[in-house]
């Protein structure tokens, strides 16, 4: 299985600035993805950003030219760095890994997701 590790939320003003980070570990074979996802009251949880293995990154629109999303492939880590904050940024971050499981057997089975706990971030006007 796989366990991460969330780091990085926070209370910003409006037009601020935070960094996200998620280290991921465990037992995989690969990871195909990293990314992060957010849920606030009342909303269901949508993309924030992702980034696969090929380095194909995908943006919310809402998010798009504000955030950045990286990897650090030796580290297994991947972050989120969010600048020009908006109160509707507000919610709970979840980091989302998608694997290749380790079988054991010298081989991976299919694609499976693991969620980190969750990071609060909240952007006052």
């Known amino acids: 299985q796989v366990q991460l590790v969330e780091s990085g939320g926070g209370l910003v003003q409006a037009g601020g600035s935070l960094r996200l980070s998620c280290a991921a570990s465990?037992?995989?074979?690969?990871?195909?993805?990293m990314g992060w996802y957010r849920q606030a009251p009342g909303n269901q949880r949508e993309l924030v950003a992702d980034i696969r293995s090929d380095g194909t990154t995908k943006y919310s629109d809402s998010v798009k030219g504000r955030h950045t999303i990286s990897r650090d492939n030796a580290k297994d880590t991947v972050y989120l760095q969010m600048n020009s904050l908006k109160p509707e940024d507000t919610a709970v971050y979840y980091c989302n890994v998608r694997v290749l499981p380790d079988t054991g057997w010298g081989t991976y089975g299919t694609e499976r997701s693991y969620w980190g706990q969750g990071t609060q971030v909240t952007v006052s006007s």
């Open positions: 465990g037992s995989f074979y690969a990871i195909n993805a």
